[in-house]
């Protein structure tokens, strides 16, 4: 098995400071109770990157072969993107 | 670097955990995403229904589950890095440590069921209830089997199944376990702040 995956404690540490402040700005966004395609842009994209973080470094999937990754990738892309376009077309 | 980098070979890694559970934890997320997209799609005829009902939520438990849900992923993640160390005793600390986090989760998501119920809520109350109580709850009963297989992992791991070796099952249900964290990852904004 690779050197890469759970490389380091202090790595997973990070990532969980990074998902924890990713989110409490979706917290506060909602706390403020804000809204619009931009403000649903960047909730997604914290959706993302967190989801991406998760896959590539909790689960161990960042030198994984092909198909699996790449599926898991595609849930924390392809269905955030089709939300944003679902929220852009009933705001249009 | 190791070496079969240096030999310019770029080996991968093998994917973590029984290839059975990946099969459905593919399963159970394109269920789950396609029951987002029709959220959305259901949604855009009724814009002003689900950011009314929306605002009714309660926000501060969706949060806390959400930090509750990541937390409880660092921990297994801790664990499988512990027992790749050949540390039983920390993966087993770990393990546990989820677990209470699950706990926590369900917790939360009974208190915030009492208030819904309690209030007169139920499926068809109206679509955005519909939607908000079927998704939750589905994930809901995810949480609890996760929570079910890593005792059960925990419960092996005691008894000394478990090696630096050997602990496929631990990745098994560490994979299963992320798998519900991710999709409170996304269910969460969806339903509790985006409008």
């Known amino acids: 098995m690779s050197q890469t995956r759970f490389s380091s404690s202090k790595k997973l540490t990070i990532i969980w400071v990074i998902l924890i402040a990713l989110t409490l700005s979706t917290a506060y966004i909602g706390y403020l109770e804000l809204s619009g395609l931009y403000i649903v842009a960047f909730l997604l994209l914290t959706v993302t990157v967190k989801g991406q973080l998760i896959i590539d470094h909790y689960i161990g999937l960042k030198d994984v072969r092909g198909f699996w990754r790449l599926a898991m990738l595609g849930f924390v892309y392809v269905i955030p993107g089709i939300i944003l376009t679902g929220y852009y077309l009933s705001s249009v | ?195």
């Open chain 2, 1 to 195: 670097m190791s070496d079969s980098v240096a030999q310019g070979i770029i080996k991968k890694d093998p994917l973590p955990g029984d290839l059975a559970i990946w099969f459905v934890i593919m399963a159970e997320m394109l269920v789950f995403g396609v029951f987002f997209i029709v959220y959305v799609v259901v949604r855009s005829n009724n814009v002003e229904l689900f950011n009314e009902y929306q605002l009714e939520l309660h926000r501060m438990g969706g949060v806390i589950n959400t930090i509750v849900l990541i937390t409880s992923s660092y921990f297994v993640a801790l664990g499988i890095y512990a027992i790749r160390k050949g540390n039983v005793q920390r993966t087993g600390n770990m393990l546990l440590l989820a677990i209470f986090m699950g706990a926590i989760f369900v917790g939360v998501k009974i208190w915030e069921y009492s208030h819904v119920f309690g209030a007169g809520i139920h499926l068809s109350t109206n679509t955005f209830y519909t939607f908000y109580i079927s998704l939750t709850f589905f994930h809901f009963m995810h949480v609890m089997l996760g929570m079910v297989i890593l005792a059960i992992i925990y419960y092996y791991l005691r008894k000394g199944k478990y090696t630096a070796e050997s602990h496929q099952d631990i990745e098994t249900g560490a994979s299963y376990w992320h798998m519900v964290d991710l999709l409170w990852i996304v269910l969460f904004p969806l339903v509790y702040i985006i409008r």
